[in-house]
């Protein structure tokens, strides 16, 4: 996530508006990157398709950020997509728990406790056989509701990162109920997901997802897997104004995907009945839990 990168300020809350800003440097590097790919379009469209999270080689940065400027202008979300899950699956996910577990206590246990009530609450009341967490990384969240919430059956993680889902499924530290597979998350829903199920995402994982794949996921769940439970802890745009647009608009340094929460799961096939903004460090994070209809 953006915390990874020492250049970002932490006390500056994740914007929209800082997504968009340019210094004259940014639009030398795009004007530059424009140029290059006017004259290398091969390797600008191999680079659109397959993009390079960390680019190495001065040819490949600067077509990058014109590539990243371009599909902000355009809207190209797939690009967006592409570019995220290339960073998840390299050094991105694999240094992740190092950096960012310290999250589990200092956020999700010191100042989430209200939304893990209520969903605990809707657990009990509800009664989930299965948990499925996407993108749990180092597992640690999943083992605690695993071990928290009372007679779940199986609990799977689902994680990009083949590095991180190898360490997991090595390690003799997790509840035998849990199993770790290395898979995208929106395939192995489509093809492996199961009703009575709680959907879990924490810490920053639809917002690597567009739109579109979020609506086809969520509207699977709620046709074909209900009853279901959905927990969702995302980060959003500090400036996304929901009543306003049910865009998704990319924001931040890395520029995932701020997404409305509310019209996402409503519009799927989902009931909120809970949702709760909290800071921390430079993000808003929006907790919600949602039920099928
Ligand atoms: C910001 S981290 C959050 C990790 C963990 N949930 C937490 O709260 O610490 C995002 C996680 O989602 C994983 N991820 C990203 N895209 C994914 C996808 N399409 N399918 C499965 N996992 C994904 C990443 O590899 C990474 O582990």
Request: charged share 25%; aromatic share 10%.
């Amino acid at each position: 996530m953006t915390s990874l990168n020492p250049r970002i300020q932490m006390s500056t809350m994740l914007s929209i508006e800082n997504a968009q800003k340019r210094n004259w440097k940014q639009s030398a590097k795009e004007f530059a990157g424009q140029a290059i790919a006017t004259l290398s379009p091969q390797r600008a469209e191999q680079l659109f398709e397959a993009p390079a999270s960390q680019p190495s080689g001065l040819q490949d940065k600067l077509i990058m950020a014109y590539l990243k400027r371009r599909a902000m202008r355009k809207k190209q979300d797939d690009f967006f997509e592409r570019l995220h899950i290339d960073f998840w699956q390299g050094d991105g996910g694999a240094v992740f728990s190092k950096n960012c577990d310290h999250r589990f206590e200092d956020l999700f246990l010191a100042k989430q406790k209200e939304d893990f009530d209520i969903l605990r609450d809707t657990w009990n009341s509800h009664q989930p056989q299965h948990i499925v967490e996407f993108g749990c990384n180092s597992g640690i969240l999943l083992q605690y509701m695993t071990t928290e919430l009372h007679g779940c059956q199986t609990a799977t993680g689902i994680e990009i990162n083949a590095q991180q889902v190898r360490k997991n499924q090595e390690s003799s530290a997790f509840d035998s109920r849990i199993k770790f597979l290395n898979a995208d998350g929106g395939e192995w829903l489509l093809e492996n997901g199961k009703a009575n199920s709680l959907f879990v995402s924490n810490g920053g994982v639809l917002e690597y997802f567009r739109r579109e794949r979020l609506d086809e996921m969520l509207t699977h769940i709620s046709s074909n897997l209900g009853p279901a439970v959905f927990f969702a802890v995302e980060p959003v745009a500090n400036d996304h104004d929901w009543s306003k647009t049910t865009d998704c608009i990319p924001f931040g340094e890395e520029l995932s995907f701020s997404h409305n929460y509310t019209d996402l799961f409503e519009s799927n096939g989902f009931q909120v009945i809970h949702q709760r903004p909290v800071e921390f460090e430079s993000w808003k994070m929006m907790a919600t839990i949602a039920v099928t209809r």
